[in-house]
């Protein structure tokens, strides 16, 4: 029956330990597992500069599909209307009345020539060749009339319209400058979104160690507090025996108060830490969250090795080097204004009155082509002060280029230094660990078995913590300087 029991109980301890296990993933499934690559896919969607990066890039994408279009014929659609108070006229106002009464001029003159004839014939007879000659004199005033008529221009109200095509053939090289620009331009908003891309990983990664070295530092303050409660519950029996004054347990209760006010400040110094990783990342600042990463070394990249083309890699010397391209070019632009420009034009043109069938009031049109020619003579030297001006600001980009990648060579060789200065410092602080862990256990040991004093203990204790701190440092520290070295060299992606 005793057996039954035992099995019964050991069957009940099984079934209430598999229960925890099935309760523990929802108890800690309020906290968030990060990763440094979750962190980094993070905080590269929330921050802002770099959606601005990628609209610039739309920008001067959508700016040199334009550029582009200058190669291509240009159509243009133009129309117009204008009212004038008065029209314009061919014939002036004696030439008006003149042709108007042509006839009655002319049949004036013709019976004054004929009057002495007329006045022998009979009077029945003069009659009929009056009225013969009014009749004449009105036709041909109607004749006048129609000339004057047919001359008048009605131009108080024209319409024009034209649809225009224009080819350039020779701009003196400005459109091929102005497509490099573009393109160029294009290039410099990528390289801004580089540079901006790893300024943010930068900024990320920093932040992710130091929540990493926090929480490794907290773990450790925590076996700290526990080590020297420990021993204050020993000095504690030391004093209920006798062996022990009240003045050590109070030198170890102060020991014991300061481990535990520094747990708290690395407790706090925590929180924040994860409240900038959250706030980096686009997490609510009390999100709670946990990183899956622990400290472990990694191989030291070879900046000796990379040469000059890796440090090329950088987006800093990308964007000088585009900035003198871009000078460069610049300068081609202004070339071109003291530089013959040559345009093929053609297109079709509609005007009302139209004169093509002498004035006529209604819409009528012609095609047309032509070449155009446009030759710079005399500026005042305009141009050529404006081109020496762009020479002199391509130099300057130069010169700064040449500078920035001296100072980036340099940044190399000092974060290369700093890497394997981080390594020898972890070296050193792994063999003071293990001599920290060594020199604690004989301590320990010693005091209980009675050959060493309590304040032995906490000396080895204290230089313990600080080996394991140093330790947590130096791992931190190679992290760091790795991505310091990474960040040098251009290489820092996602």
Known sequence: MEMINRNKRKLVARAVMLGLLVLLPSAVSGQRLLTLDSCRAMALRNNKQMRVAELKQEV??????????????????????????????????????????????????????????????????????????????????????????????????????????????????????????????????????????????????????????????????????????????????????????????????????????????????????????????????????????????????????????????????????????LSRQSTNVLKAGNLPQLMLTGGYAVTNPNTFNGFEKKFAGFWNVGVMLRVPVWNWGDVKYKVRASKASTAMASLELDDAREMIDLQVRQSNFKVNEAYKKLTMAQSNVANADENLRMANLGFKEGTVSFTTVMEAQTAWQLAQTQKIDAEIGVKISQVELQKALGTLAP
Not at 248 to 268: F, H
Request: aromatic share 4%; net charge negative; with cysteine.
């Open 60 to 325: 001067t994408a959508n700016t040199r599909k334009s550029a582009r279009t200058k190669y291509l014929p240009q159509v243009n659609a133009l129309g117009g209307y204008v009212w004038t108070s008065k029209e314009m006229s061919i014939l002036n106002d004696d030439q008006k009345s003149t042709l108007s009464n042509m006839g009655t001029n002319m049949a004036t003159k013709l019976q004054s020539a004929l009057s002495p004839l007329v006045s022998t014939l009979p009077a029945e007879t003069q009659m009929k060749m009056g009225s013969d000659l009014a009749a004449f004199g009105g036709a041909i005033n109607q004749v006048g009339a129609g000339v004057v008529d047919g001359f008048r221009t009605d131009t108080r109200n024209m319409f024009a319209g034209a649809v225009m095509v224009t080819q350039p053939l020779f701009m003196g090289g400005a459109i091929i400058a102005a497509n490099k620009m573009a393109d160029i331009n294009e290039e410099l908003a990528a390289n801004s979104l580089d540079l901006k891309r790893q300024n943010t990983l930068y900024t990320v990664d920093q932040a992710y160690w130091q929540v990493v070295s926090l929480k490794h530092k907290q773990t450790l303050a925590e076996s700290y507090v526990a080590l020297v409660q420990k021993l204050q519950n020993d000095v504690q029996k030391m004093i209920d025996q006798g062996v022990a004054t009240k003045g050590d347990g109070l030198s170890v209760s102060v020991r014991v108060n300061e481990a535990e006010m520094a747990l708290t400040q690395v407790s706090d110094g925590l929180s924040l830490s994860k409240m900038l990783l959250c706030q980096l990342c686009g997490l609510p600042l009390d999100e709670e969250i946990e990183l899956a990463d622990n400290l472990t070394t990694a191989p030291v990249p070879d900046a000796s090795a990379s040469g000059v083309s890796q440090r090329l890699a950088r987006p800093e010397l990308r964007m000088l080097q585009n900035a003198v391209d």
